[in-house]
């Protein structure tokens, strides 16, 4: 209900400017706004919103809580357009100030949702002109209509060539693709980085130790398979960490290739290639659209980083290697920690990569990407890798005022023993396993409940239905926790027909996709769309729950797209889902007196079109039968 709560923030806003026109100029020539503070009400008994600013103002203007709320409410009731949105506020305790909409500004609401193929989730765009601030700062020359289309980067997936794709990738896909939707679906253009990993020591290991065991690779193209060579990089690493001369020739080898050898160049392409095709076979499997940006992409631009460094002073030399200082961070003994952007042997790493990349991607275009925000989402062990990074360009003068650098952390992948996910024999998982034993388990699932209902159904729809579920519940089970925090990777508890899950979710989407067309076919047409919208009817307490808690999904996406936590889209969903169980279970619809069916049905039809956005925006597809 953004559009709602826009209007009585505004309603507010003049109620305050009215009642106290002095402490408003106060604060206004001070520089500051004094702030009604709506919020949404935090239990339903309170009604739809509160204003809880009345408790700080009175501590302002030295008079009684309640005597400030009484007053803001005089204004309130005397304002047509509040009074058309609202009924009169209650004041409760010391001054909290509650609103409950009319029931005719729920239904309008309705009404327009369920004409709205957006469900009430405004462009980003249009909501910067419709806000006097935003409008403000479109009018504002040359940046104006550029910020409100601003680019935003998503950097996620990015895994490292000739190693294995782990669950941290995985996790890492999952939730940046779900928030490139969402800031997509807000109207931003987003672009879906992959930083993979194709620049580092790991070549020059590799590339020295398959000259020796297996130097076809080098040259021919899938002369060995991923498998082999994600062996060999073992081995490599191996020799690396136990055998000085190969430390020593790997790191040449890694010179050689940044310095463009074109011996090294061609073998490392082939690698490219090769682990390149397979991590596109686990995008294509999941629905994932990533455009590769390498590490190496920001190669010929290193130089430029360590220049600016200087000519800004920040950096510094330590025994032998180029660093800035940290601030406000130190290490053991209380010593500042620096951020190593180049090595003593004039190599580059990861980090000094990662302040090329920062610098091109808020540079404005030709030059770079132009972007607004540029978001990360890799495990929280990073965290302090990134907080470095962003320090140093933020110094360097890099990020322009207004733009957003935020890194999206998340927690480890654990089995259900709470360690580190494994296979049986003690390996890591990889992917492709994974995904096609939540596949394989989500088939074994249907076959026996189909089995159950004496259901027959042809192989193409088995198929199709247990690839889609058993992917989603990968999807979802990630999505559904706190990114924050560790989760445990459970197949039975993910593939389950019940409690927060893709399947139960899938499940309603079907279900009351069903009720609304079922009741469209009694209604005698199978389209209802247009007439659903007049003159709705509503009743039952049980309808208003299901109107409210429709009404909200606008704020939730505006929630995700802000702190970037899909988790609070996928409560919003299943809370959707249970709300909307207890109306069906108490409420007739079908079988209701013409007038208040048609009203349910609607509620029927915009919950299962809430459900199925919701869920594309999750990354998963909703299916019609299951
Ligand atoms: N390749 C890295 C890894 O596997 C993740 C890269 C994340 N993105 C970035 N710009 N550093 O851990």
Request: aromatic share 8%; hydrophobic share 45%.
């Amino acid at each position: 209900m953004l559009s709602v709560s826009h209007s009585l923030a505004r309603c507010l806003q003049e109620a305050l400017e009215l009642a106290f026109p002095e402490a408003v100029a106060v604060a206004r020539s001070a520089g500051t706004e004094l702030d009604p503070q709506l919020a949404p009400a935090s239990k339903p008994e309170f009604g739809d919103f509160q204003a809880n600013g009345a408790l700080a103002l009175a501590k302002l203007l030295k008079q009684s809580p309640r005597a400030v709320a009484t007053a803001l409410v005089d204004r309130l009731v005397a304002d047509p357009a509040f009074m058309a949105l609202a009924l009169p506020p209650q004041i409760a305790g010391p001054g909290f100030i509650n609103l409950t909409l009319r029931p005719q500004a729920l239904v309008a609401e309705v009404t327009s949702r369920l004409a709205d193929p957006r469900l009430g989730v405004p462009l980003a765009e249009a909501a910067a002109v419709a806000g006097g601030c935003g409008s403000a700062a479109l009018s504002q020359a040359d940046g104006g209509l550029a910020m409100a289309s601003a680019l935003v980067i998503v950097d996620f997936s990015s895994p490292n060539i000739a190693k294995e794709m782990h669950v941290g990738h995985l996790r890492s896909t999952i939730i940046g693709d779900c928030l490139a939707r969402v800031l997509a679906f807000r109207g931003h253009p987003v672009l879906r980085l992959n930083h993979v990993g194709d620049w580092g020591t790991q070549f020059g290991m590799l590339i020295t130790h398959l000259k020796q065991v297996a130097p076809e690779a080098l040259t021919t193209a899938d002369a060995v398979d991923l498998g082999d060579l994600v062996a060999f990089y073992r081995q490599a690493k191996q020799r690396f960490d136990d055998d000085e001369v190969f430390q020593t020739t790997a790191r040449e080898e890694v010179v050689k290739l940044q310095a463009g050898d074109p011996v090294s160049r061609r073998a490392w392409q082939l690698l490219c290639d090769q682990s390149r095709r397979e991590f596109q076979l686990i995008y294509d499997r999941l629905g994932i659209d990533l455009q590769e940006r390498g590490e190496s992409f920001y190669n010929p631009y290193l130089p430029a980083v360590v220049a600016d460094l200087e000519a800004t002073g920040l950096l510094v030399t330590d025994e032998g290697a180029r660093c800035v200082f940290l601030e406000g961070v130190s290490g053991k003994e209380g010593k500042p920690l620096p951020v190593i952007v180049q090595k003593s042997d004039g190599g580059f790493n990861y980090a000094t990569t990662d302040l090329a990349a920062i610098r091109y991607r808020f540079a404005a275009p030709p030059a770079g990407d132009g972007a607004r925000r540029v978001i990360y989402v890799t495990d929280a062990g990073q965290a302090s890798h990134f907080a470095g990074v962003f320090q140093v360009a933020r110094r360097a003068g890099w990020i322009p005022e207004d733009r957003r650098l935020e890194h999206v952390p998340f927690g480890l992948v654990q089995g259900e023993d709470g360690k580190k996910l494994k296979t049986r024999s003690g390996d890591t998982v990889r992917l492709k396993d994974l995904l096609d034993e939540a596949v394989e388990r989500s088939e074994a699932d249907l076959r026996r409940r189909l089995a159950e209902e004496g259901r027959q159904e042809d192989e193409a729809f088995i198929r199709h239905v247990a690839t889609t579920v058993g992917l989603a519940a990968v999807k979802y089970a990630d999505l559904t926790q706190n990114r924050t925090t560790n989760y445990q990777f459970s197949f039975d508890r993910m593939l389950a027909l019940q409690g927060n899950t893709a399947p139960y979710l899938l499940y309603a989407v079907v279900r009351i996709a069903g009720i609304a067309r079922k009741g469209g076919e009694l209604e005698g047409g199978g389209d209802q769309d247009g007439a659903a919208g007049v003159g709705l009817q509503f009743s039952e307490p049980q309808e208003w729950a299901l109107v409210r808690h429709l009404l909200g999904f606008d704020a939730v996406i505006g929630e995700v797209e802000e702190e970037l936590l899909p988790n609070r889209l996928c409560t919003y969903l299943f809370e959707l889902s249970q709300v909307f169980n207890r109306f069906y279970d108490q409420v007739p619809v079908l079988k209701a007196p013409a007038e208040a069916r048609a009203s349910r049905l609607a509620l029927c039809r915009l919950t299962a079109d809430t459900l199925k956005l919701g869920l594309t925006l999750l990354g998963i597809p909703t299916l019609e039968r299951m």
